[in-house]
């Protein structure tokens, strides 16, 4: 079964409404995309795997991480929130303090960790500013950086371009792909961009509404992929055989 | 404009707009307001007026204050909790405390506890409602995030939730404190001991102008009383920037937007 993610008739119920219905999927080292129209519970099959459907919420079904139900170990599931979050308060290098917090790690490894993260998501000289001094991309480096500091054993990525336009999305996908993709651990993204699905994932899983696996896409593309696979006819067929899952 | 430039403008302009108002309304003129708060600071009246005031003051915000954030607190995070009290204090809310002066003078006198009980009852339904309003609407997407990061208990408290709800709990212990000083002149009018250290203050003072007729007294104790407010609310926001800081780590004042 090795470090993966298992699901098995995850079922999410807000009240009488069904959000999450019977759904199955595993996922291994590699990259899946949770694929489907707005509102079709896709946001909250992630917040699921994390455990934080919140009060009041029924789930259902089993989610294993490497054999172990989910929420066993603490920091296991990294996950960048849609948006991001960053407390408006914190500065870069204090949302990295707080997001490398499990364990019993020295202060002076903790800074080394710190500083060597930065540096590799190319933040270096920004750890003294506040969210609202970032832009979109570099919030969103933020957001993945403090994610990934506990190396946790899985990351979850919440429409991960969805606040960004033009360059920034193509900057973010290049890094995601270069960056986090290298990090060797199993991710799971929502997203309901044909374009962003096809650019980060080996694996697209379409959902019908509420949450159920309609279809799945395998996606042949080599990584890194850069926006020149984009030109190739099969992709098209792919993004065609996307857009039409919508209709 | 700057904090200089206000300290040293807001008075002259205060003078002259005084001047103009007391000459037409036959008030007593700024020399006359200066002779008074003189006369005031040579009989030992003034200073101690102050001290009692700002001590009553300053007890009842801080009963009131603690009590209506816990309560505010629990409110904010359990609905259920809310569902249970929250009529019950909504209607106290909007009882007029001005109105219990009387009947808490004729229940218990017109010592120190009735007055601070005035006090703490204004600023308690302040500080809950604020606090209800901080708490109740803290982002979702905080909680999820400290969970993403497996905070412990006390590193979400102090560096998510507090810093969160902080800046509106600050705004109501701001509005509390400016309540807790009108509430205090009201509860002095009511009488004070003749005797001790609590036999004055500054709204007894203004109604012992009243019955004297000494409008320059009356008028001097009420400005005496706005800039009290001001370097209480000064210290107050002083106090809770370092406090916070101190706690947090978090010089959270210096974010903007």
Same mark, same amino acid.
């Given at each position: 079964m090795g470090g993966g993610l298992v699901v098995e008739n995850l079922a999410v119920r807000y009240g009488q409404a069904l959000?999450?219905?019977s759904l199955s999927f595993t996922v291994n080292d590699e990259t899946v995309v949770l694929f489907?129209?707005?509102?079709?519970?896709k946001t909250t099959v992630l917040k699921a795997i994390l455990g *934080?459907?919140?009060?009041?919420v029924e789930t259902q079904g089993s989610i294993l991480l490497g054999g172990q139900p989910i929420?066993?170990?603490?920091?296991?599931v990294g996950m960048v929130f849609q948006g991001p979050v960053?407390?408006?308060?914190? +500065?870069v290098y204090d949302l990295c303090r707080i997001g490398c917090?499990?364990?019993?790690?020295p202060s002076a490894e903790r800074h080394r960790r710190i500083v060597h993260t930065l540096d590799r998501f190319g933040l270096?000289?920004?750890?003294?500013?506040?969210?609202?001094?970032?832009s979109g991309g570099q919030k969103q480096r933020v957001a993945l950086a403090v994610a990934l500091l506990n190396e946790p054993r899985i990351l979850l990525l919440d429409e991960?371009? +969805?606040f960004l336009d033009g360059m920034a999305r193509i900057d973010a996908w290049d890094f995601i792909e270069r960056? *986090?993709?290298? *990090?060797?651990i199993p991710i799971i993204a929502v997203s309901h961009d044909p374009a962003e699905a096809l650019r980060l994932a080996d694996r697209i899983l379409v959902l019908s509404s509420p949450a159920a696996v309609r279809s799945e896409i395998r996606v042949p593309f080599p990584h890194?992929? +850069?926006?020149?696979?984009?030109?190739?006819g099969a992709y098209w067929d792919l993004y065609e055989r996307l857009t039409s899952s919508f209709s | 404009m700057g904090l200089a430039a206000q300290v040293s403008v807001t008075p002259l302009v205060f003078a002259l707009a005084w001047s103009l108002v007391s000459r037409a309304y036959n008030l007593p003129s700024v020399a006359e307001l200066a002779g008074a708060i003189a006369e005031m600071v040579r009989s030992g009246t003034y200073l101690h007026d102050i001290l009692v005031s700002s001590i009553r003051g300053l007890a009842g915000f801080f009963v009131g204050f603690g009590l209506g954030s816990l309560t505010g607190m629990l409110t904010g995070r359990y609905v259920r909790f809310f569902l249970a009290v929250g009529g019950l204090l909504l209607f106290l809310r909007w009882t007029p405390v001005l109105a219990l002066l009387p009947i808490t003078v004729r229940v218990?006198?017109?010592?120190e506890g009735p007055k601070i009980f005035l006090i703490a009852w204004a600023c308690y339904f302040i500080s809950w409602t604020y606090t209800h309003v901080a708490v109740a609407g803290l982002n979702p997407a905080y909680v999820w995030w400290s969970d993403s990061l497996g905070l412990s208990v006390i590193a979400r408290f102090w560096k998510v939730y507090a810093p969160a709800v902080a800046p509106t709990l600050v705004g109501g212990a701001r509005v509390a404190l400016a309540v807790a000083m009108i509430v205090v002149v009201a509860a002095e009018f009511s009488g004070t001991f003749q005797?001790?250290?609590?036999?004055?203050g500054l709204g007894y003072r203004i109604s012992r102008a009243v019955e004297t007729n000494r409008n320059d007294i009356n008028v001097s104790c009420i400005i005496t009383l706005g800039l009290l407010g001001i370097a209480l609310d000064f210290l107050l926001v002083q106090f809770v920037k370092r406090g916070l800081r101190r706690l947090t780590g978090i010089d959270f004042y210096r974010v903007e937007g």
């Amino acid at each position: 079964m090795g470090g993966g993610l298992v699901v098995e008739n995850l079922a999410v119920r807000y009240g009488q409404a069904l959000a999450v219905d019977s759904l199955s999927f595993t996922v291994n080292d590699e990259t899946v995309v949770l694929f489907g129209p707005s509102g079709c519970g896709k946001t909250t099959v992630l917040k699921a795997i994390l455990g *934080v459907t919140g009060s009041g919420v029924e789930t259902q079904g089993s989610i294993l991480l490497g054999g172990q139900p989910i929420g066993c170990e603490a920091g296991a599931v990294g996950m960048v929130f849609q948006g991001p979050v960053l407390p408006a308060w914190l +500065t870069v290098y204090d949302l990295c303090r707080i997001g490398c917090n499990i364990g019993s790690l020295p202060s002076a490894e903790r800074h080394r960790r710190i500083v060597h993260t930065l540096d590799r998501f190319g933040l270096s000289g920004l750890e003294r500013r506040y969210p609202y001094q970032l832009s979109g991309g570099q919030k969103q480096r933020v957001a993945l950086a403090v994610a990934l500091l506990n190396e946790p054993r899985i990351l979850l990525l919440d429409e991960p371009t +969805t606040f960004l336009d033009g360059m920034a999305r193509i900057d973010a996908w290049d890094f995601i792909e270069r960056n *986090v993709r290298s *990090v060797g651990i199993p991710i799971i993204a929502v997203s309901h961009d044909p374009a962003e699905a096809l650019r980060l994932a080996d694996r697209i899983l379409v959902l019908s509404s509420p949450a159920a696996v309609r279809s799945e896409i395998r996606v042949p593309f080599p990584h890194p992929r +850069t926006e020149e696979f984009a030109r190739g006819g099969a992709y098209w067929d792919l993004y065609e055989r996307l857009t039409s899952s919508f209709s | 404009m700057g904090l200089a430039a206000q300290v040293s403008v807001t008075p002259l302009v205060f003078a002259l707009a005084w001047s103009l108002v007391s000459r037409a309304y036959n008030l007593p003129s700024v020399a006359e307001l200066a002779g008074a708060i003189a006369e005031m600071v040579r009989s030992g009246t003034y200073l101690h007026d102050i001290l009692v005031s700002s001590i009553r003051g300053l007890a009842g915000f801080f009963v009131g204050f603690g009590l209506g954030s816990l309560t505010g607190m629990l409110t904010g995070r359990y609905v259920r909790f809310f569902l249970a009290v929250g009529g019950l204090l909504l209607f106290l809310r909007w009882t007029p405390v001005l109105a219990l002066l009387p009947i808490t003078v004729r229940v218990a006198g017109i010592g120190e506890g009735p007055k601070i009980f005035l006090i703490a009852w204004a600023c308690y339904f302040i500080s809950w409602t604020y606090t209800h309003v901080a708490v109740a609407g803290l982002n979702p997407a905080y909680v999820w995030w400290s969970d993403s990061l497996g905070l412990s208990v006390i590193a979400r408290f102090w560096k998510v939730y507090a810093p969160a709800v902080a800046p509106t709990l600050v705004g109501g212990a701001r509005v509390a404190l400016a309540v807790a000083m009108i509430v205090v002149v009201a509860a002095e009018f009511s009488g004070t001991f003749q005797e001790g250290f609590f036999r004055d203050g500054l709204g007894y003072r203004i109604s012992r102008a009243v019955e004297t007729n000494r409008n320059d007294i009356n008028v001097s104790c009420i400005i005496t009383l706005g800039l009290l407010g001001i370097a209480l609310d000064f210290l107050l926001v002083q106090f809770v920037k370092r406090g916070l800081r101190r706690l947090t780590g978090i010089d959270f004042y210096r974010v903007e937007g």
